[in-house]
Every structure is written in structure tokens, then in C-alpha cells.
């Protein structure tokens, strides 16, 4: 059973930058594709980016490219995104979950997301 907990929100101004870390514990966790989500209020859940186990296959959603970045550190069991030029439409609590299939690529609208995070804020105000 995987276990995933975000952190790394806050409070940014317009064209700030914040990185998020997803930590991710259980057996085998390395070998899962890792998702970041995000929720704004009054709005659905959007698949924000993914990263497979190897690293190598990522998508990332349009409204970010070029803005956002995904990373994964296996030895420590991390995933990150790293957020640069942030505007208030970002603003939006970001959960991370992992893929329910290990060794899966990262293929928008086909990945089963399993298990999730509890979330952290991330507020984008002047």
C-alpha cells in the first residue's frame, strides 16, 4: 500500500515561483507513475502532469507548459513540481497520486490513479 503526502505550498505573488514535493512511501513505490492534480474551488479536478518510473514519460496539461516542471528523485522516494510564472488561475489545492499499475507510462487520459494525497494550497495573490 502506498502512502503519498504533499507539501511545499504557500502563499506567491503573480510570476513567483514554488516547487511542490510529493513523498512517497510503500514497497516498490519507485516503480508506480506519479500524477499531480490540482482542484479549484467551484471547478473539477485537472490532471496537471505525470512523471512514469523511469522518469522519461511526462505530460504536462496545456495551461501549464512551459511553466510547470516534473522531477522524481527514486532514491529518496520524491516527486516534485516545480512552478515557475505563476498567475492566480493557479491558485487551487494540488494533490499527487500514484498510478494503480506500476512500470506504466504517462499517457494523458489513460493513467488509473489510485492513490492520493492529502493536498497543499497553493494561493497565487498579490
Known amino acids: 500500500q502506498l502512502q503519498l503526502v504533499e507539501s511545499g505550498g504557500g502563499l506567491v505573488q503573480p510570476g513567483g515561483s514554488l516547487t511542490l514535493s510529493c513523498a512517497v512511501s510503500g514497497l516498490n513505490s519507485v516503480y508506480y507513475p506519479i500524477g499531480w492534480f490540482r482542484q479549484a474551488p467551484g471547478k473539477e479536478r485537472e490532471a496537471v502532469s505525470c512523471?512514469?518510473?523511469?522518469?522519461?514519460?511526462?505530460y504536462y496539461a496545456d495551461s501549464v507548459r512551459g511553466r510547470f516542471t516534473i522531477s522524481r528523485d527514486n532514491p529518496h522516494n520524491t516527486v516534485s513540481l516545480h512552478m515557475t510564472t505563476l498567475v492566480p488561475e493557479d491558485t487551487a489545492v494540488y494533490y499527487c497520486?500514484?498510478?494503480?499499475?506500476?512500470?506504466?507510462?504517462?499517457?494523458?487520459?489513460?493513467?488509473?490513479?489510485?492513490?492520493w494525497g492529502p493536498g497543499t494550497q497553493v494561493i497565487v495573490s498579490s
Open positions: 497520486a500514484a498510478e494503480k499499475r506500476p512500470f506504466r507510462l504517462c499517457v494523458r487520459g489513460s493513467n488509473d490513479f489510485g492513490t
Open positions: 512523471i512514469d518510473s523511469s522518469g522519461e514519460s511526462r
